[in-house]
């Protein structure tokens, strides 16, 4: 099987199986009515911002996106910030319109899948396994602790991203263990993240993944939800075009 570049982003809807049952009880169908406009959301999303190959599949409550394009990084982190919006918007409107509060975790991570497509006795499986996919699941469960934003991203999508606006980054990464000692030598890293709505949160020790220590950076909140900066930033990822089309969306 070929090794196939990859950016995932998995969203999550907190909570998911209480409110199931609290409105099955109530016998309205105003969370599944929500959920319905959660995965057209996805959908349409991932349609806007790659003309190249994406994947969208869904453990209910929970959506796993990859990108696997060219440009699978930049996609894929306009993706994670466009869709952060998004759910900031609507989980906000269900939580007045319902009286119940509903709230999200965003996370995002590049590296290496394979594609899985089997078939026998008429049942198929076609899907894609690797690291990737445990790791950014485990980065966004990180996001239930946090009081300050919905959404954060692993190193390895940091370095692709922070690529576009600093060419030589990919270098200065090369073999870094320590990213505290690197990110304080270099202030221009820093003061560049925020181009890109990020602050680096530390390392973390991820449960399944103890043999590594990963850099996760934490999207932040203010940034992203100021008009100019969101789309300064989408722009500069995908380009004024898709960016139309996510507007549009948004307007929508």
Do not use: Q
Request: charged share 25%.
């Amino acid at each position: 099987m070929t090794k196939i570049d990859s950016t995932v982003v998995v969203t999550d809807i907190r909570n998911f199986t209480g409110l199931s049952i609290l409105f099955e009880d109530r016998g309205s169908d105003i969370f599944m009515d929500f959920m319905e406009d959660y995965y057209e959301h996805h959908m349409l999303l991932a349609k806007e911002i790659s003309t190249e190959d994406v994947y969208v599949s869904t453990t209910g409550d929970g959506i796993i996106t990859i990108f696997m394009g060219e440009n699978h990084a930049f996609e894929g982190y306009a993706y994670a910030l466009s869709m952060n919006r998004v759910l900031t918007e609507i989980c906000g409107k269900f939580s007045k319109d319902a009286g119940v509060k509903l709230s999200f975790g965003i996370g995002a991570d590049s590296g290496f899948i394979k594609k899985i497509d089997t078939s026998k006795r008429g049942i198929s499986i076609n899907t894609y396994l690797g690291p990737v996919i445990n790791r950014t699941a485990r980065i966004e469960s990180l996001t239930k602790g946090y009081h300050f934003t919905n959404m954060a991203i692993g190193g390895n999508l940091y370095k692709l991203i922070l690529s576009l606006i600093v060419p030589d980054s990919i270098e200065i990464f090369e073999n870094v263990t320590n990213y505290d000692d690197l990110l304080e030598d270099n202030p221009r890293l820093v003061s560049k993240s925020k181009r890109l709505l990020v602050y680096y949160g530390g390392t973390n020790v991820l449960k399944g993944l103890e043999s590594e220590t990963l850099p996760i950076f934490r999207l932040i909140k203010k940034l992203a939800d100021n008009d100019f900066y969101f789309w300064r930033t989408i722009i500069t990822l995908i380009g004024k075009e898709k960016a139309k089309k996510i507007l549009s969306l948004d307007e929508e």
